[in-house]
């Protein structure tokens, strides 16, 4: 030890190896930089509310599902008919709930969940991902379960917002690996939630584990693809556009 600190002294034939021992010792052990994490903006709340009200209001609406309303006969994902075409049940279905419980539950995830995505993706962007990610999952379900499956909810979407999330996550570990995140616990951590929140009794555990993985592969996709995030006036007009898709399904239906 010296006035100034410790000291290593090896001999000099020795000293190039001890150089380099000394240079990869520091280069393993480097601090990791933790990215700042942006605050979730304004817009992107208002989404998110805007999204729980309309289920909300649409419940108000349709009523639940034990009171026979005709808005389920035609817009319920019916596997048997979504595999005979009628493949816009994938969307309306999302708007359907079975019950009070249901769709406050739903409201509630998307109240939490579409923010961090639509800051992430963009407001449009955003919308239009999680909009595929539920019309995939519930799809899939469909094709794999086959009748007489039929199902409601917004879930299989919820179940999307975790998957963009987790992929945009592991996005965001690989262009930065001191980012701090560790890719194992993003994708443990997804399946944590899919456990906990999407295996209770009656749930539609398929749509929700296909909904996760669609939303996976869309929230890997999107930071690849698109090289630079698109305006605020083309994001606003992207969510306008997943709107109006979901009110032609409801017409065609």
Same mark, same amino acid.
């Given at each position: 030890?010296?006035?100034?600190?410790?000291? %290593?002294? =090896? !001999?000099?034939?020795?000293?190039? /190896? !001890?150089?380099?021992?000394?240079?990869?010792?520091?280069?393993?052990?480097?601090?990791? +930089?933790?990215?700042?994490?942006?605050? $979730?903006?304004? @817009?992107?709340?208002?989404?998110? %509310?805007?999204?729980? =009200?309309?289920?909300?209001?649409?419940?108000?609406?349709? #009523?639940?599902?034990?009171?026979?309303?005709?808005?389920?006969?035609?817009?319920?994902?019916?596997?048997?008919? $979504?595999?005979?075409?009628?493949?816009?049940?994938? +969307?309306?279905?999302?708007?359907?709930?079975?019950?009070?419980?249901?769709?406050?539950?739903?409201?509630?995830?998307?109240?939490?969940?579409i923010p961090p995505v639509s800051q992430a993706l963009g407001v449009g962007t955003g919308l239009w991902v999680l909009l595929?990610?539920? @019309?995939?999952?519930?799809?899939?379900?469909?094709?794999?379960?086959?009748?007489?499956?039929?199902? %409601?909810?917004?879930?299989?979407?919820?179940?999307?917002?975790?998957? =963009?999330?987790? #992929?945009?996550?592991? $996005? @965001?570990?690989? /262009?930065?690996?001191?980012?701090?995140? /560790?890719?194992? =616990?993003?994708?443990?951590?997804?399946?944590?939630?899919? @456990?906990?929140?999407?295996?209770?009794? &009656?749930?539609?555990?398929?749509?929700?584990?296909?909904?996760?993985?669609? &939303?996976?592969?869309?929230?890997? !996709?999107?930071?690849? $693809?698109?090289? /630079?995030?698109?305006?605020e006036t083309a994001e606003w007009a992207l969510a306008g556009a997943a709107l109006a898709v979901v009110v032609a399904c409801?017409?065609?239906a």
């Open positions: 030890m010296t006035e100034t600190g410790w000291a %290593v002294v =090896v !001999a000099e034939r020795d000293e190039a /190896r !001890a150089r380099a021992s000394l240079a990869a010792y520091d280069e393993e052990n480097r601090p990791e +930089v933790k990215a700042p994490v942006a605050a $979730i903006g304004r @817009a992107s709340i208002g989404v998110g %509310v805007a999204v729980s =009200v309309l289920l909300l209001a649409f419940f108000v609406v349709t #009523g639940s599902r034990a009171a026979g309303a005709a808005w389920f006969e035609h817009g319920s994902a019916s596997a048997a008919l $979504i595999l005979q075409g009628e493949v816009w049940r994938a +969307v309306t279905a999302l708007t359907l709930h079975a019950d009070l419980a249901h769709v406050l539950g739903n409201a509630v995830a998307c109240l939490v969940l595929l990610a539920g @019309a995939v999952g519930n799809t899939l379900t469909a094709v794999v379960h086959g009748p007489p499956h039929d199902s %409601v909810g917004a879930s299989t979407m919820t179940f999307g917002a975790i998957g =963009v999330l987790a #992929g945009h996550a592991l $996005i @965001a570990r690989w /262009r930065a690996p001191t980012t701090g995140r /560790r890719a194992w =616990v993003i994708i443990v951590a997804s399946l944590v939630l899919l @456990a906990m929140l999407g295996t209770a009794e &009656g749930a539609d555990i398929l749509g929700h584990v296909f909904g996760l993985l669609a &939303g996976a592969l869309l929230g890997l !996709a999107v930071p690849l $693809i698109r090289p /630079r995030a698109f305006t409801w017409w065609i």
